[in-house]
């Protein structure tokens, strides 16, 4: 199959063809007849299975075949301004050859970005794509016209929810017309999204496409290790090695400064990013990332979802993420699209029980790499042992003398 099969404007199938698309991927296939047809939907599927397109372009085909002038068409929702950016810079790329216009609403810039937004809002800009904090701040002030509103996109729905915007994204619902096509995304599915699913949706279509489960294309890879070993360790596997591009996530932003810091003095073309910076300073940052003038992020979970970079190499897990589905998120960030990938887990002692429930996630056990000697004995990985201990050191590894410190064990 591909994309001309589904008979799309020839406007709208030169901006497919421009941005590279030849083949819709399986969420493609299923959701945009679908939405084509009228039909709400709730979708599951991974980061990086090109749900964004999934479902913009149906909703750009439908714009297209009905104008309406001066009014705002569609709505996405979502949980940060990057994403938030991503998808505004997809529109922009199918949409291209059409009339149909778009913007991203969201917090963190100055006033001249609240004046343009509101400009757009008031007009009618035909896509909106917003942060739930930022369209709030927007409807407070009563200059917001939702009523030739068709579509309700909610993406990354579990995030959303996650993040504590239920309250937000039932406010605004209230702002809409009643009768409107709405389409939910997220990764995984627990019962709040069903609860808020049933509140929404009208007798959705469900796809579930590769739920909570990493890309086989992943190769997985722990190392067990005590705390002080991580920082000598990371570096060792960091430093003089021919790679362009490379995320290390950190599970606080305390963490990702320091590393952020401690590998710039090996000279690693390295920076930290998370939520202590302001949104220029972080898309300065993503841009030189992308164009390959820095080759190492340094990342807290911010990055985790909803960043859509391509042929990343290795990921770096420097500390265990508190759920098995920020693991997921995380290492989907390489392996995208037909490119293979790495992802490297360093799990501290107090980190074991952790890891041990993204295993049991993952419904297998994740290859241990042996430390290499230079770095000293390292502890065992026994998780059941360390739950409840503190990790002060006192646990060697044992029973490996005699072996051979390479390859990797299961």
């Known amino acids: 199959m591909n994309f001309s099969d589904f008979k799309f404007h020839p406007e709208l199938y030169e901006g497919i063809e421009a941005m590279g698309f030849e083949s819709p991927t399986p969420i493609q296939e299923q959701a945009i007849p679908a939405i084509l047809e009228g039909r709400d939907i709730i979708g599951s599927a991974q980061t990086g299975t090109g749900k964004t397109a999934a479902f913009l372009l149906p909703v750009i085909q439908n714009i297209i075949s009905s104008r309406k002038e001066n009014q705002t068409r569609a709505l996405v929702i979502v949980p940060t301004r990057e994403l938030a950016i991503q998808i505004d810079q997809q529109m922009e790329g199918f949409s291209y050859f059409t009339s149909v216009s778009s913007i991203a609403v969201y917090g963190g810039g100055d006033g001249q970005l609240f004046a343009r937004e ?4 008031t007009e009618g ?7 739930p904090g930022r369209m709030i701040a927007h409807l407070n002030s009563s200059y917001v016209n939702f009523d030739g509103l068709n579509y309700l996109i909610l993406d990354e729905a579990d995030r959303m929810l996650d993040m504590g915007f239920f309250d937000d994204i039932m406010k605004i619902i209230q702002h809409l017309p009643k009768e409107r096509q709405n389409l939910l995304f997220a990764a995984t599915m627990p019962d709040k999204i069903r609860t808020l699913a049933k509140k929404v949706l009208r007798k959705p279509v469900e796809i579930s496409i590769a739920i909570s489960k990493p890309v086989e294309k992943v190769l997985q890879v722990a190392y067990v290790v005590y705390e002080t070993q991580k920082l000598p360790l ?11 591009s490379v995320i290390v996530f950190c599970s606080t932003k305390l963490s990702a400064k320091q590393l952020g810091r401690q590998l710039k003095k090996v000279g690693l ?5 998370h939520s202590d910076l302001d ?9 030189q990332f992308r164009n390959r003038k820095l080759n190492i992020l340094v990342a807290t979970d911010l990055l985790s979802r909803g960043i859509d970079i391509d042929n990343i190499e290795l990921i770096i897990n420097y500390d265990v993420p508190q759920e098995g589905e920020d693991y997921i998120h995380r290492i989907g960030r390489t392996a995208r699209a037909e490119s293979e990938g790495v992802a490297i887990t360093l799990i501290s002692e107090q980190e074991q029980g952790k890891f041990s429930r993204i295993e049991t996630l993952l419904e297998k056990p994740v290859m241990k790499a042996m430390v290499p000697d230079e770095f000293g004995e390292a502890p065992e990985y026994n998780p059941g042992k360390y739950r409840g201990r503190g990790y002060g050191g006192q646990y060697k590894r044992k029973n490996y003398k005699g072996k051979k410190r390479q390859g990797y064990r299961k």
């Open 125 to 131: 800009t035909e896509v909106v794509i917003c942060t």
């Open 118 to 121: 509101k400009k757009a809002l």
């Open 234 to 244: 990371v570096t060792h596997l960091l430093k003089d090695r021919d790679m362009k």
């Open 269 to 273: 073309l390295v920076q930290d990013i």
């Open 279 to 287: 949104q220029k300073s972080r898309e300065d940052i993503l841009l």
